[in-house]
């Protein structure tokens, strides 16, 4: 699991509003997602076993394919943020989902018709890659033009702790349709999730703010991609929250793209019993989900903040001791610990970088972010296969998992330790 560059703050509001759940458009938006991140959830497990198993790729392909997946975000992150603040985001996430359908469908196809390589496989990943770079920027703008900034944390909770119960089932579905039949079938399960994705977008009624025309602005589009990127830089809690961010995110894929490798050729065990113990990745940002407004309301957001970080990385090294039998356990756990922390912090950073983040800038910040920290999944991707191949997949976990733990001191360094809540505006606002 990766972690995410949001930074953290819940607005708290002493009256009891309504549940989203009373809101059309919002249960629209909640549930194309949650089925679209099924889907993704069984692509996630299904490609990796489609190389492995039907091309006979080694750790280092792997690697490449997580990489490809990636890469994008160094290539096209920057402007794309520039772009999302120009164009209507419900247009570009429907777009972004009808080229993702094409892309996904087309593995199954070339492998029923026999003509499947590596190279395919990568095309997909890379261009699918390319499309989650404009979705996920605009899905995130576009939660606070469908629902108020009070309910922001309650959206964001929801949102996240679905998507984790998809991709509990999805890691699941994707192991035994791979055991039962073949992994190519869960890729075709994925693109019908994009389908219904796409229709509950085209079915929500309520209409975005309009965009800025061309001849109204007075910025020119690296202008636009600079300001954002400045305001990150520039910004004490959302600069060291990127540096964590980034450190995460290359430790992280450089252990967890070996996963899959680990527990097939190392554990031994049957796709099935991947696609349940990858599920415990899921579980744990379940019950991140639940308890991450609690816990940020009683200790205060920082502080919160910093428990769920540093207090659940080390877990992780129950990984590397993961055996056959009873000792699949370590992995569960070594799973399930740190994946409740990182969605914790997931769900309260999400409802502050929309709150405190300008508007119009939204998109901007939020791409210059994870081009920096996405960026440097590629290559946690590219380190996790070559050492896996060189030095092996179970030494390529320890150093990699227990180098995360430390990473997480990073934290210590910037101003979140200095206060019990994390501000909902910059100071200068």
């Given at each position: ?9 819940v607005p708290v509001?002493?009256a009891r509003?309504?549940?989203?759940w ?10 194309g997602e ?6 993704n959830?069984?692509s ?5 076993l489609?190389?492995l198993e039907?091309?006979h ?6 690697g490449?394919l997580g990489?490809a ?7 096209l ?8 603040d120009?164009l209507?985001?419900r ?10 359908f ?5 593995v ?9 390589t590596?190279?395919?496989?990568l095309a997909?990943?890379?261009l699918g890659?390319?499309?989650g ?7 995130s ?9 009070e ?7 929801k949102?996240q702790g679905?998507a984790?119960?998809?991709v ?6 994707g ?6 039949m ?6 075709a399960?994925?693109?019908i999730?994009y ?11 309520t209409k ?11 910025t020119t589009l690296?202008q636009?991609?600079r300001?954002?990127?400045r305001f990150?830089?520039?910004d ?8 964590g961010?980034s450190?995460?995110n290359?430790?992280l894929?450089a252990g967890?793209?070996?996963l899959?490798v ?6 031994g065990a049957?796709?099935?019993?991947v ?5 415990a990745d ?9 308890i ?6 009683t ?6 903040l ?16 993961t ?6 356990g370590f992995?569960a756990a ?12 997931n769900?309260?950073?999400g409802a ?6 300008p ?9 210059s972010?994870?081009?920096i920290?996405?960026?440097l999944i590629?290559?946690?991707?590219l380190?996790?296969g070559?050492?896996?191949?060189f030095?092996g ?5 320890w150093?990699v998992?227990?180098?995360g733990?430390?990473?997480k001191?990073i934290?210590l360094?910037?101003?979140i ?13």
């Amino acid at each position: 699991m990766t972690a995410v560059i949001e930074a953290p703050v819940v607005p708290v509001t002493p009256a009891r509003r309504p549940s989203l759940w009373k809101h059309r458009d919002f249960r629209l938006l909640w549930f194309g997602e949650s089925v679209s991140v099924l889907g993704n959830a069984i692509s996630g497990i299904a490609l990796p076993l489609v190389a492995l198993e039907l091309l006979h790729a080694g750790p280092l392909a792997v690697g490449l394919l997580g990489a490809a997946s990636w890469l994008p975000w160094l290539v096209l992150g920057l402007p794309a943020g520039a772009w999302i603040d120009r164009l209507p985001r419900r247009p570009t996430m429907i777009i972004a989902n009808v080229v993702s359908f094409v892309l996904v469908l087309s593995v199954p196809v070339a492998a029923w018709l026999g003509v499947l390589t590596l190279v395919h496989l990568l095309a997909v990943a890379l261009l699918g890659g390319a499309t989650g770079v404009f979705f996920s920027p605009a899905y995130s703008a576009y939660l606070p033009t469908l629902i108020e900034s009070e309910d922001l944390g309650e959206g964001n909770a929801k949102l996240q702790g679905s998507a984790q119960v998809a991709v509990v089932s999805g890691s699941s579905i994707g192991g035994l349709l791979t055991q039962a039949m073949t992994a190519v079938l869960g890729l075709a399960a994925d693109a019908i999730t994009y389908v219904v994705s796409t229709v509950c977008l085209l079915a929500i009624r309520t209409k975005e703010p309009a965009m800025p025309k061309a001849a109204e602005r007075t910025t020119t589009l690296r202008q636009e991609i600079r300001d954002g990127f400045r305001f990150l830089i520039r910004d004490p809690y959302l600069r060291i929250m990127t540096i964590g961010a980034s450190v995460d995110n290359l430790l992280l894929t450089a252990g967890h793209t070996l996963l899959v490798v680990f527990l097939i050729q190392t554990v031994g065990a049957s796709p099935g019993m991947v696609g349940l113990l990858l599920a415990a990745d899921c579980a744990g940002g379940v019950l991140g989900a639940v308890i991450a407004n609690k816990v940020s309301r009683t200790l205060g957001s920082a502080r919160a903040l910093l428990a769920f970080s540093l207090l659940t990385a080390p877990f992780g090294l129950l990984i590397p001791l993961t055996g056959s039998g009873p000792a699949l356990g370590f992995f569960a756990a070594g799973l399930l610990i740190p994946a409740a922390g990182i969605v914790a912090v997931n769900v309260i950073g999400g409802a502050f970088r929309q709150t405190y983040c300008p508007p119009d800038m939204l998109g901007r910040i939020s791409t210059s972010g994870s081009f920096i920290a996405f960026g440097l999944i590629p290559i946690g991707a590219l380190l996790g296969g070559a050492l896996g191949t060189f030095i092996g997949v179970r030494e390529t976990l320890w150093i990699v998992l227990a180098l995360g733990a430390v990473g997480k001191l990073i934290l210590l360094f910037g101003p979140i330790r200095k206060t019990r809540d994390l501000p909902t505006a910059p100071a200068n606002a």
